[in-house]
């Protein structure tokens, strides 16, 4: 899958924290796509349920589980699509680590048109240092998908 990087742009938001959001779609495809990571996951990651809505209304819902960006460790079913070894400290300063960003891909029945993708939920409580899944795009394998 190809999937479309947000500009970049200093102080800008480049991801989005899964929240339950539900992005459209468009096309037949036999996957969905989202690269992804998580912060302060375990060292099993972080697991969240992602459901397709198909144009008739009907729903599948599928588990994906994503590592801490900094963790070694990746579960079943993601793939690190980008990897990093050195990240912006406090202060700016860089330091040597793993830094990864992964692709998990959620299966789509091939003969119905999705209309939408519902991110996965997340952890329900927020604060500094608490566990997250950021999604950074989403993609689909149709020959005709548009996201």
Request: aromatic share 4%.
């Amino acid at each position: 899958m190809d999937f479309t990087l947000p500009a970049g742009l200093a102080g800008v938001e480049d991801n989005a924290l899964a929240r339950g959001q539900v992005v459209p779609l468009s096309g037949l495809a036999s996957h969905v796509g989202l690269l992804m990571t998580a912060t302060y996951a375990p060292a099993s990651g972080l697991t969240g349920t992602v459901t397709i809505t198909y144009t008739d209304k009907t729903t599948a819902s599928s588990p994906v589980t994503v590592p801490d960006w900094a963790s070694s460790t990746v579960p079943q079913k993601a793939v690190v699509a980008a990897h990093g070894d050195r990240v912006n400290g406090s202060g700016r300063a860089q330091s040597t680590r793993v830094a990864n960003l992964c692709s998990v891909a959620v299966d789509v029945d091939p003969h119905r048109r999705p209309a939408s993708d519902t991110l996965p939920t997340g952890p329900r409580y927020m604060g500094a240092k608490s566990p997250a899944l950021h999604v950074f795009a989403l993609a689909t394998d149709g020959p005709d998908s548009a996201s």
